[in-house]
Nanobody
């Protein structure tokens, strides 16, 4: 069993900052990548940023220069530093991880429960 636990969401004024954290735990053999998605009301879930075990990163255009994803491979943890937040960043943010569990030799994707980020104007 693999669990992803997120923390760090909340309410912030436009221009403010928040840092999200996501820790993977349980029966983990290896973690190939971790990522942050978000879903705003009435919209589809979208990939915000991703981080691989080789420390490669990728961002959606709308957050480039404002958000930074980083990770601690030893702790199976990923962070999302969000600066210059805008009202349009308001969404539920979900952690996603591509994990090989100890019960399998193939990877699968796991999701966290989500954390609300609300940016007021």
């Amino acid at each position: 069993q693999v669990r992803l636990v997120e923390s760090g969401g909340g309410l912030v004024q436009a221009g403010g900052s928040l840092t999200l954290s996501c820790a993977a735990s349980g029966s983990i053999r290896s973690v190939y990548s971790m990522a942050w998605y978000r879903q705003a009301p009435g919209k589809q879930r979208e990939l915000v940023a991703s981080f691989t075990s080789a420390k490669a990163t990728n961002y959606i255009d709308s957050v480039k220069g404002r958000f930074t994803i980083s990770g601690d491979n030893a702790k199976n943890t990923v962070y999302l530093q969000m600066n210059g937040l805008k009202p349009e960043d308001t969404a539920v943010y979900y952690c996603n991880a591509n994990v090989v569990s100890t019960s399998s030799w193939s990877s699968r994707y796991y999701w966290g429960q989500g954390t609300q980020v609300t940016v007021s104007s």
